[in-house]
């Protein structure tokens, strides 16, 4: 997850750009060579230990006898019990704390469409993360389906097992309707994290660059570069939040996107979302590239594919005075920071962990996951989303809101579990909370929860149960 | 989901916001964009609807003869206040003999237009209603209305109208 390569030095002085931009191919060449080290490691540790997660017993085994308890006979009890009443599901098996992150693989990280089976690997990965920072059991199912019905049966076939379900990597436009169908469907949380995930970070890290350079929602003029996943959920959030629809533009690689543009019709049948937008913002009709979009905004938030030099510096000199601007594109962002800070922004965020103010869902998906499973939720409705972006951004302020810290950094634990609690809160509000506890038991359910997996790692570690972190090249398959 | 109501809307009264008038040779400039919309937007379902390279050509054509046409009808939609001279849609019809069905004379709309933020409030309705009233004029005692077969949101819209279907044309290319 994370990138450690060292931010780009700030150019002196003038010639500025002919020196920033050289220093910035420097960068470039040496972020690309850092991530082929990183990728060969994966490759060779991936091999080592064959794989990232697997199942363990949560209970104890004294002598196969127990088995009578865990196993047949004793299980049938509690089969029948929850044949009688469903929802005992969640009080006498795991579904309480499981998720299924399903996936198609048709767009995986920046890779494309690779199928399910290379996408195997990045689900792996994300159930890591699902364990180790919320302490949710995820299993990760890609599913070797060709349309998007067979995907949405198979997933409702398997949703009996699980207490939530994450939709990873699904190509745009069609993961908007496999999201919004399934979750009319399930009667357990559906989360897309592409969209959802990305979207709440983005805005909690926005509502506190907001307030840190003295402005309001209703009055910000915002421009979302790319229509994607991310940025379409962003759009509907800050709506929600209200952002004044006449002042929100979208920019694809059509240029601005407007009510009159040409291809608006053929987007009432392809992509009702971002038609749905298309209607609703860019008041006053601007038409254009980008940079008649960001001509006196106050914020841009750039999630589009990553071809550095989508946003230039002259596009942020264009914008209002002491500029907000999210390049979140990954591993390259749409502008460098030090080129947006040189051209006037004051706060910039990207999707690094190198650099200052990363938006990263990884500070969303774990928490929002505790929080619907512990309120044991049938749905995450936005008001639960938004519920978590405030709390995230409220976070930020334990160690100060500043241009520099709009955001907690995956460092910044405690912020977790009153995410978590707050999400809870929030499916208890919406009344979507088959489970009702108070906020305080809430938390400290999530600080338990949160705080175990990684002393659970710990200890199979200092019990050699996981083989330590070899150093140097591994090149041999585990023999263990 | 083509109708649905925006929130950038001109007015927050429940009249269309729209107005109609019979179009003039002067208004063929402004309702060709729209015309090739809509024939865009029917190439989308099906490809034996392919959009001609010569078809903005032919569309001036069409409608300068239509305009001229006793036979035929079409209207021009202008916005309301600030867009009261914005052609923002049209519809264009013809009237039709049938020599061996009774009765014998039927309107057809050929095209119906409206650009999307003006598709709300009875917009359509108030397109349709027009259209059919004018064509009731020269003598049309049924309305018909040709769309790809495939536009669900025609289908539903002329459905919620009482129209049905009659007659249906079937393709294979040759």
Redesign the interface.
Known sequence: MAESAPAPSPPARDPRRRASRSAEAAAGRRREDQTEQLGQRAVELSRYYAGKIETVPKVPVRSLHDFSLWYTPGVAAVSKAIHAEPDLAFELTGRWNTVAIVTDGSRVLGLGDIGPRAALPVMEGKALLFKFLGGVDAVPIPIGVASPDAFLSTVEAIAPAFGGINLEDIASPKCFDILERLAKRLEIPVWHDDQLGTAAATVAGLLNALRTTGREMREARTVLLGAGAANLATARLLLALGHDPHRLSLVDHRGILDAERDDVDELSIRHPWKYRLALQTNGGGRTGDLARAVDGADVVIAASTPVPGTLRPEHVRAMAPRPIVFALANPVPEIWPDLAKAAGAAVVATGRSDFENQVNNSLVFPAVFRGVLDARARSVPDEIVLAAARELARGAELKGVGPHHILPTMEEAEVFPSVAAAVADAAVAAGVARRRRSHDEFLERARTLMARPARLVRALGRSHLTAPMPRGPVGRRRSA | ??G?A???STGEHASPPIHLRPARDADVAAVVPLLL??K??NE??DPLLKVREDAEAQAREVLRAQIADPRSVVLVAEGAGAEHDKVVGFVRANVRERPFYAPESEGVIVDIYL???YRRRGAGEYLLHEVSAALKAKGAAIVTAEFPAQNE?AVRFYAKRGFRPVTSIHARPL
């Open positions: 989901m083509t649905e925006t929130e950038r919309r809509l865009r937007l989308e379902f650009l999307p933020l949101i």
